[in-house]
């Protein structure tokens, strides 16, 4: 018989993920509304969609396909790449999702025991991805007060004083889950340090899209950096899972040891989803963002529910799809207020304790039409209203 403790330290000793968590917590609760899940409300293009559909008894669906993903596929986002996100020099691989690309990327690069940077409030699962394959000497920078853009003389004196020098620094642009958009200078900044000191850079690049108030979204390119991209929330993809890695193809083995670890993992990404995906892409980018203007509102609402907790306390909404708030001093359990908002008031959030930053929570404004959002909407700010007003009455 086994025993708990033959069990492998590396899952042990990893978080356990906090959409289990919150799942567990909203199936116990009637009636509650989810301002949780990073989401998005609507599904893949119906022409796309159709165009799968006759896909399914083809055979070639139900086979294997190439490890690093369909060849037209791949055509496919090289171009992509060239045109939308100025990036000339990158291979591509397909997998299943961008969370199954963070994995490959780590499995390819470090080792364990080695050490590498992240930035509060970090991303959940890439910190969980680092702990689970033996990476626990990860250190987690400062991001500016009122910005929450990472701090970049915290990293170039830590990349100096770190022996030996760290394997990787990994940013979300725009930031899950703070919301935020790192701008094209900073993001350049950061990409110089870690190239001086010998480290790689690796940018999740999911919510390429999801920009707002003119913003508009760059991607870097060199051989010290890695990208990744999603169709999970572009395309409304989000269960058919499929993600992809740009790799610098000028790095001497990066493709053979990349190949490995996919080909020990998912072999390929689903073959229907990469259809999907493929016909997803044809609908050009205006798709999408077509889509993303409608969350524009959703943002308002959620901004006006969390007004009780003070304007200086919500940050976020410049990228992705969420925002990022503080909490009243005295609530440094945040997953406590998590629950009694669950509880008392119908409405789940994310905990920011998940994301490196107790006190804090997640909104997600990206999951719900704006009627179910301005009904969630006002749950939260009724919740907000009594935890500020009188405390967590039960």
Not at 34 to 57: D, F
Not at 168 to 176: A, E, F, H, M, W
Not at 269 to 278: E, G, K
Not at 352 to 377: H, K, M, N, T
Request: aromatic share 10%; net charge negative.
């Amino acid at each position: 018989m086994g025993s708990y403790g033959m069990l492998a330290k590396r899952a042990v000793l990893t978080n356990t993920p906090v959409m289990v968590q919150i799942q567990e917590l909203i199936r116990g609760v009637k009636d509650c509304v989810s301002l949780a899940q990073g989401v998005v409300y609507w599904q893949p293009p119906k022409q796309a969609l159709e165009k799968v559909q006759e896909l399914v008894w083809e055979p070639s669906v139900s086979r294997y396909g190439a490890d690093e993903g369909l060849p037209e596929l791949r055509e496919a986002l090289l171009k992509k790449l060239r045109q939308e996100n100025n990036l000339n020099k990158s291979s591509v691989m397909v997998t299943a999702g961008a969370n199954q690309a963070f994995v490959n990327i780590v499995l390819t690069l470090c080792d364990a025991g080695d050490s590498v940077v992240m930035f509060a409030p970090y991303y959940f699962n890439s910190y969980m991805s680092f702990q689970m394959t033996g990476v626990t000497d990860i250190l987690v920078g400062p991001g500016d007060p009122q910005t929450l853009y990472p701090d970049a003389d915290w990293l170039e004196k830590t990349l100096l004083q770190t022996k030996p020098t760290p394997k990787l620094v990994s940013v979300v642009n725009p930031g899950n889950p703070s919301g935020t958009y790192i701008p094209e200078p900073l993001l350049q900044r950061i990409s110089e340090i870690c190239k001086n000191a010998g480290c790689w850079l690796v940018i999740d690049n999911t919510y390429e899209y999801f920009m707002y108030d003119g913003r508009k979204h760059a991607c870097l390119e060199d051989n010290h950096i890695v990208n990744i991209f999603s169709f999970s929330k572009a395309y409304g993809m989000m269960g058919w899972r499929v993600g992809y890695i740009a790799f610098p193809s000028e790095v001497e083995g990066f493709a053979a040891q990349l190949l490995k670890v996919q080909d020990n993992i998912p072999i390929c990404a689903s073959i229907i989803s990469q259809r999907l995906a493929l016909h997803s892409l044809e609908m050009g980018p205006t798709w999408v963002t077509d889509k993303v203007k409608d969350l524009v509102k959703n943002r308002e609402l959620l901004l006006e529910a969390l007004s009780p907790l003070g304007k200086e306390s919500v940050k976020g909404g410049e990228g992705a799809i969420y925002l990022w708030a503080k909490l009243p001093e005295e609530y440094k359990d945040d997953f406590e207020v998590v629950r009694w908002l669950a509880k008392k008031h119908g409405v789940v959030l994310i905990p920011g304790c998940s994301s490196g930053c107790p006190g804090y929570v997640r909104i997600s404004f990206g999951g719900l039409v704006e009627d179910q959002c301005r009904f969630a909407s006002e749950r939260l700010k009724r919740g907000l209203e009594e935890l500020v007003s009188q405390g967590m009455v039960p």
